[in-house]
């Protein structure tokens, strides 16, 4: 899977020029995912047609519905069209305050609504150099992993990203990443064996290959590069 996580980016404009020229290229051929901004769903959900392209969201609200003021539910985004949503991202950990419990509710909160889940794990530059990472990454997976129950394991897709790989252009290594995916492999034990782990973190063109390349990497979730349809393409392509 490739996934594109707009972030706070794009314009009605931008949305149809990029979705328009994923939707037709031969690159679609795979499981992609477009995430974009919510005011956007509704639209890239029209422009995506039936081109196979998946919708996605960036975020949902822990609760089902009710007095929430500025939040949006799963079950709301499952009415869209959406069949992902994007949780845990390193941005809302550290800019909104997500707690490993609050995402684990929200995890719930989308699986109940039917929505599949991409959980974000990673750690910071100084938790890698203090040789915690993996530690830190099996920390923010326990609560939800022991929240699930079999028929869950289908719906949730992993996405390592290191934060200090996210938006600076540095990636991690191949191996760097592969070591880490492996890891998260083992903590899911037998019954998450075919549960798919993304790389997250700088992946452009000329280092999509390099990571895809490796045995437990099952894909990217793309930011920045997935703004633009070349960039993006090029890395589906790989
Ligand atoms: P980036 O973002 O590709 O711009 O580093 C990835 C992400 O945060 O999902």
Redesign the pocket.
């Known amino acids: 899977m490739v996934a594109g996580?707009w972030?706070m980016n794009g314009s009605l404009e931008m949305a149809g020029v990029l979705v328009r020229a994923v939707a037709q290229a031969e690159e679609n051929n795979r499981e992609i995912l477009l995430c974009p901004p919510f005011p956007y769903l509704q639209t890239v959900r029209d422009l995506i047609g039936d081109s196979g392209l998946q919708l996605g969201a960036q975020n949902c609200a822990a609760d089902a519905s009710g007095a929430f003021t500025g939040e949006v539910s799963a079950a709301m985004l499952k009415d869209l069209g959406c069949s992902y949503v994007?949780l845990g991202?390193?941005?809302r950990r550290a800019l909104y305050g997500e707690t490993d419990e609050i995402v684990a509710r929200k995890t719930r909160a989308a699986l109940d609504a039917g929505l599949k889940v991409v959980l974000?794990v990673g750690e910071t530059l100084e938790q890698r150099k203090s040789g915690v990472e993996e530690q830190v990454v099996a920390e923010q997976m326990k609560l939800v992993l022991d929240s699930l129950g079999t028929a869950d394991w289908d719906e949730l897709v992993v996405?390592y990203?290191p934060v200090w790989?996210?938006?600076?252009g540095e990636t991690a290594t191949p191996e760097q990443a592969q070591a880490m995916h492996a890891f998260i492999r083992n903590c899911m034990g037998e019954t998450g064996s075919n549960v798919q782990i993304l790389y997250?973190?700088?992946?452009k063109p000329d280092s999509a290959a390099g990571l895809f390349a490796q045995s437990d990497i099952d894909g990217g979730?793309?930011?920045?590069?997935?703004l633009d349809a070349e960039q993006f393409l090029k890395i589906c392509a790989a």
Do not use: P, R
């Not at 790989?165 to 600076?168: D, E, L």
């Not at 997250?200 to 992946?203: A, D, H, N, T």
């Not at 979730?221 to 997935?226: E, M, R, V, W």
């Open positions: 996580n972030k994007i991202h390193s941005e974000c996405a990203e790989a996210i938006g600076t997250g973190g700088s992946v979730l793309i930011g920045g590069a997935s």
